[in-house]
Structures are given as structure tokens and as C-alpha cells.
């Protein structure tokens, strides 16, 4: 499948796409049941306007993925946010092939910025760590408002503010320019580690909503075990 999709930088006569693309973003999220920054068709038509977006597309034009550049703290930070395929190329290397692609465009447009992502999917820490990506703690990522501002439409956004955007329910993940591990060291490094990263990270999930709850409910937080404090900081 992969062979036959053409992955390139978006540009403006890709913004008739845009609407597709945000109704898929809201439609994946619903069905994962996860918190998702929203963004509207004209936010997304303003990112391949500007050169910062990157989409998938067959050569009949059929909508097959999208991501985009987000610049944050006067270009000292950049995060690659928005990634979507569509349902019926999912599992064939799409989205590989659209984070390689927007990872080369942010490391050409801003060149000593750190790029950075937020998710609770193992396949985009996957293909980060692919990328040279570490996982962090948040107080590594941008303090911009605006950037922590967009996690307002999350439905786990209570969660974020309850620990004082120390921790959430994603992944932080960080690529630094000046101070990074080959990909291959990250790679292999994630890649026998994969299973344990997922047992964990649903373990800090239910354990944060835990801990959530009890808040809510007036009772005592759940004290934190140090190997876990020390893996997801919270
Ligand atoms: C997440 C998403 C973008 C992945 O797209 P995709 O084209 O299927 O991904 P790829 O085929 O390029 O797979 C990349 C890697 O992740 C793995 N992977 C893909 N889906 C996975 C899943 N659901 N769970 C675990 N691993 C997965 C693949 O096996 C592959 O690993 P490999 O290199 O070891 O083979 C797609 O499922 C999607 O659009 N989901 C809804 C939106 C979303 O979650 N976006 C991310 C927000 S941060």
C-alpha cells in the first residue's frame, strides 16, 4: 500500500482536505476514548497555507494522512502535532513515512529547536524513538501558555491541571538538536523495551485516574511507588 501513497509537504490547493481531516481526528479519538487537542478545518488549512503540514494522499487524491508543525516559546520549541491516517491505510507504514517527513521539514525550518510530542499511543512512541526521541518529564517541554492552552478541548485536561502539568496521560517524548542518542541507540533501546513501556504506561494511566478520582472524591491521594515516580514523574 505504502508504495503507491505519496507523502509530501502540503501547500495550498490541499486545503479542500482539511474538513476530512479534522472530522477523522474527532471520530479516532471518540473511538479511543482519549483526550485530543480539537482543531478546527481552518486551523488545518491555515498549517498547509504557512508549508507546515505534511499530507498522504493516493494519485487519485483519496485522503490518506496528515500531520503539523507547531512552533512554540519564540521557535525554541517545535512539535509535530495532528498525526492522523485514515482507517483503511492504518498498519501499513503510513505514518512512519508522514512523521519521517515532518520531522525532516521541522529540522529544516528551525534548526536549533527541540521537537517534541505528546501522545498516549504506543505506535507514535514507536516510531518517535525511530526518530532519535527520549522520553522526558513535561517539565523538559515548552512553558509556553498557549501550547498547554490547547490541551483545554482534552477530556483529560482536569487531570493535567490537578497535577499541575507535571503529568497527564501521555507520553512525553523529546528530540533535543544539541543533545540526542543516535536513532538507532533509541530505537533498539524502545524497541526491546516496547512491551514494558506499555504495561507501564497503562499502569501510570489507571494509577493517575486513581488518583484523580480519590482528589475529586475528597479522599487521599494514592502515594506513588519510587520506580514509578521515578519512570513517568508523578
Ligand atoms: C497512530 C496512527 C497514526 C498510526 O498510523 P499507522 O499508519 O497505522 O502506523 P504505521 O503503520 O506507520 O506503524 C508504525 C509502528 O507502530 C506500530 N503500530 C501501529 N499501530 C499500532 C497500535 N495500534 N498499537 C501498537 N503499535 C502500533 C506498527 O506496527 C509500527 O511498528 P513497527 O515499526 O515495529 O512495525 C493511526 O493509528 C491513527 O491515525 N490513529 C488515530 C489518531 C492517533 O492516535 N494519532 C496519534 C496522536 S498522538
Redo the contacts with the bound molecule.
Keep these: 500500500m505504502e508504495h503507491h501513497t505519496i507523502v509530501r509537504v502540503a501547500n495550498s490547493g490541499d486545503t479542500h482536505y482539511a474538513q476530512t481531516i479534522t472530522d477523522e481526528m474527532e471520530a479516532?479519538a471518540k473511538a479511543?476514548g482519549t483526550g485530543i487537542a480539537k482543531r478546527s478545518p481552518e486551523y488545518v488549512a491555515k498549517k498547509m497555507e504557512e508549508g507546515k503540514a505534511v499530507i498522504a494522499h493516493l494519485p487519485d487524491g483519496t485522503w490518506v494522512?496528515f500531520c503539523y508543525i507547531e512552533v512554540w516559546g519564540h521557535e525554541a520549541f517545535v512539535a509535530n502535532s495532528g498525526?492522523?491516517?485514515s482507517p483503511e491505510?492504518?498498519?501499513?507504514?503510513?505514518?512512519?513515512l508522514i512523521k519521517q517527513k515532518i520531522f525532516n521539514l521541522s529540522r529544516e525550518k528551525y534548526p536549533q529547536a527541540k521537537i517534541f510530542?505528546l501522545?498516549t499511543?504506543?505506535?507514535?512512541m514507536?516510531?518517535n524513538s525511530d526518530l532519535g526521541y527520549e522520553p522526558v518529564t513535561y517539565s523538559e517541554l515548552t512553558d509556553d501558555e498557549e501550547f498547554w492552552a490547547g490541551c483545554k478541548s482534552c477530556v483529560n485536561y482536569d487531570i493535567l491541571m490537578s497535577k499541575n502539568r507535571k503529568n497527564c496521560m501521555c507520553t512525553a517524548m523529546l528530540y533535543d538538536p544539541a543533545d540526542h542518542y543516535e536513532p538507532e541507540e533509541t530505537s533498539s533501546d524502545f524497541r526491546k523495551k516496547s512491551k514494558i513501556y506499555e504495561r507501564f504506561m497503562k499502569i501510570k494511566q489507571s494509577r493517575l485516574l486513581k488518583m484523580f478520582r480519590k482528589k475529586e472524591g475528597g479522599g487521599a491521594a494514592v502515594k506513588p511507588k519510587s520506580f514509578f515516580h521515578q519512570l513517568f514523574n508523578f
Design positions: 479516532s479511543r494522512g498525526l492522523i491516517v491505510f492504518r498498519k501499513s507504514g503510513v505514518a512512519k510530542g501522545t499511543g504506543l505506535a507514535v514507536k516510531i
